[in-house]
């Protein structure tokens, strides 16, 4: 094992991330949703169609990514790996406990994953490429085992969002501070004698995982760690023969959610110049989410041509009507995007089961004339796309 690895291995011996929960019932009755899972997000990852992936491999999976996604995808069968034999450990004891049949666990470095034998129809790497050395070795080593038709789901850190965070890293270094107890409580006090302007303060203020140690040390006092803005993924990506198909969160790389004033100056541009534009006007990303396919398997959701209207809208798990100051809204997390009356009459058909060309034949439509009637739908649907709020599958 490098340098590098026996370090971070350490690390995530010493302190598992994330924190571990127990019961896996509970959570997930409450609503624990990981992005990585298909039985949620399929359609982002297969927008041309595609039912239950029979393989899923969970690289990097910590304490509990891996049973989470084992757990609601009961008919897939689900591997995950990580260097930490620590937090494999609360893995076992998910499978165990819960019954969790179709999940195998392997501690080992992602890079060696082809030992395992086979593909995979969907790989999930979350919040771990970006602590290797040489990510793009990890990234090889993953494309090495998706199948001809499988989907990658990645996160990595956004540098924008996390520069006060490497302020506060590169400070804690010069000074000697280490992963111990005392050094990690020390972390803590010093964050909160830190100015109100420092742009720590704002991540601090957005961070869910910084009131357990381990979150501090994985945020803080991290051996290897790097971020990335939109333009370095998307060299990234090439550089390993991987074709990009879309993020996760459009909301963050699309004018329409945010800046709506400013989209017709931006919507010209090509993608990867818009995305990294409306990136550094928010200035607020903290990490990327986003889908890799084989290159020429790319699917792009598109709303040119006729083509759209064999999509079934799904609507983020999150999402739900409201209303507020007598306004319609359509709420994901703390955005409301405005709606119209006859959108919020659309939103309860979005659970994947319908097309638009069903829904525009729907007598609850049947008062607008029939042109008016596909160019409302045409129009909603491309902008709940590009607001975050909606995935399309044929
Ligand atoms: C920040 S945690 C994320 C855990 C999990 N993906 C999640 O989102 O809950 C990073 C995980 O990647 C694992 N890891 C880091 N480098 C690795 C490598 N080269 N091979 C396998 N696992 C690795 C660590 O042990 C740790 O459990």
């Known amino acids: 094992m490098d340098n590098v690895t026996a370090r971070v291995a350490a690390q995530y011996t010493a302190y598992s991330y994330p924190e571990a929960f127990a019961d896996l019932d509970v959570r997930m009755k409450a609503g624990h949703v990981d992005f990585g899972d298909p039985a949620y997000f399929g359609p982002m990852f297969w927008p041309e169609g595609r039912s239950t992936p029979p393989r899923i491999l969970v690289a990097g999976c910590g304490t509990v990514q891996a049973s989470v996604i084992a757990y609601s995808n009961p008919d897939s069968q689900v591997v995950g790996i990580d260097i930490s034999d620590a937090s494999l450990g609360h893995q076992r004891y998910l499978r165990e406990t819960f019954g969790l049949k179709n999940l195998e666990l392997y501690q080992g470095d992602l890079r060696d994953v082809g030992k395992i034998g086979g593909t995979f129809d969907l790989i999930v790497s979350t919040g771990v490429l970006h ?3 040489d990510p793009a070795s990890g990234l090889s080593a993953l494309k090495s085992v998706l199948s001809p038709d499988g989907a990658m789901f990645i996160m990595l850190y956004a540098s924008i969002g996390r520069a006060g965070v490497y302020l506060v890293q590169d400070a ?4 000697g501070v280490s992963q111990t107890p005392e050094d990690v409580a020390f972390v803590r006090a010093l964050l909160d004698k830190l100015p109100p302007g420092h742009p720590v303060q704002w991540y601090r203020s957005c961070a869910t995982d910084l009131s357990y140690d381990a979150g ?3 945020t803080f006092l991290h051996p290897q760690d790097r971020a990335y803005d939109v333009s370095q993924i998307m060299d990234w990506v090439k550089g390993v023969g991987l074709g990009f198909q879309s993020w996760m969160e459009n909301a963050r790389y699309e004018p329409y959610a ?8 931006l919507e010209a541009l090509p993608d990867e110049d818009r995305w990294a534009a409306v990136e550094a006007l928010l200035g607020t990303a903290m990490r990327h989410m986003f889908i890799l396919r084989h290159p020429d398997r790319v699917h792009r959701v598109s709303f040119e041509g006729d083509d759209y209207l064999a999509y079934r809208p799904r609507a ?9 100051d007598g306004q319609r809204l359509i709420i994901r997390g703390s955005a409301g995007f405005p709606v119209s009356e006859a959108e919020t009459l659309v939103f309860p058909w979005c659970d994947g ?5 069903a829904m525009e034949a729907d007598p609850v439509l049947a008062g607008y004339d029939p042109a008016e009637r596909r160019a409302f739908l045409k129009e909603h649907f491309q902008r709940m796309w590009r607001v975050g709020l909606m995935m399309f599958q044929r």
Do not use: E, K
């Open 316 to 324: 983020f798990p999150d999402a739900s009507v409201g209303v507020q």
């Open 258 to 265: 945010h800046l709506p004033d400013i989209a017709s100056r």
């Open 216 to 218: 501090i040390v994985d």
């Open 353 to 357: 089961s319908r097309t638009i060309a």
């Open 131 to 133: 602590h290797m050395a």
């Open 172 to 175: 804690l270094r010069r000074m």
